[in-house]
């Protein structure tokens, strides 16, 4: 939304005689417009933005399924972390993230699939959380994944931080207290 007056009409508004009380009122007019801006995002329910992040996900995850590389690297903000497994260095930034990832592309058959089953949004729509399960090729549990995700722009989503985990194939708690 802009400013209902120009800059010209303002700085002729402030060599007028009657000057402090117009430019008073059409800045307010102009910073009241501007507000209704910056309220866009608070517009939308929770619900709605769950929704958002979790659509974002899926199709962050269907780059995989489709294999496209430049599909996935769209998904990633600029100064993007991702987290490898074994406790190793973290990943940061878009391009070291990217380059590292590139290798699960290569091949026809995606490695693995993920798939959000949990999602929240902050109040402020400025971040949101995912996490889900990870299934191997062949469909079986492998891990959990956990990602934070930016509102870059209006409905446009970007990975900032991931990271995932091994899933515990422990026995079941009537399992270990069998002698």
């Given at each position: 939304m802009s400013c209902p007056v120009s800059s010209t009409h303002l700085l002729q508004r402030t060599t007028d005689r009657r000057?402090?009380?117009a430019v008073v009122v059409v800045a307010a007019a102009c910073i009241m417009s501007l507000a209704g801006c910056a309220t866009n995002a608070q517009r939308q329910s929770v619900a709605e933005l769950r929704q958002?992040?979790?659509?974002?996900?899926?199709a962050f995850?269907?780059?995989m399924a489709d294999r496209d590389y430049a599909a996935f690297t769209s998904f990633l903000s600029d100064e993007t972390i991702f987290f490898p497994g074994?406790?190793?260095v973290p990943l940061r930034g878009k391009e070291r993230v990217a380059?590292?990832?590139k290798r699960f592309y290569e091949k026809p058959e995606a490695p693995f699939s993920w798939e959000p089953d949990?999602?929240?949004v902050l109040d402020s729509a400025t971040l949101a959380l995912s996490s889900g399960p990870v299934h191997d090729a062949k469909?079986?549990?492998?891990?959990r994944f956990t990602s934070i995700w930016r509102q870059e722009?209006?409905?446009v989503w970007r990975i900032v931080f991931d990271k995932g985990s091994d899933v515990c194939d422990c026995p079941s708690p009537e399992d270990r207290y069998v002698c």
């Open positions: 000057g402090t009380r958002q992040v979790a659509d974002t996900e899926r995850a269907r780059t074994d406790n190793a380059q590292s990832w949990w999602v929240e469909h079986k549990l492998i891990g722009a209006p409905g």
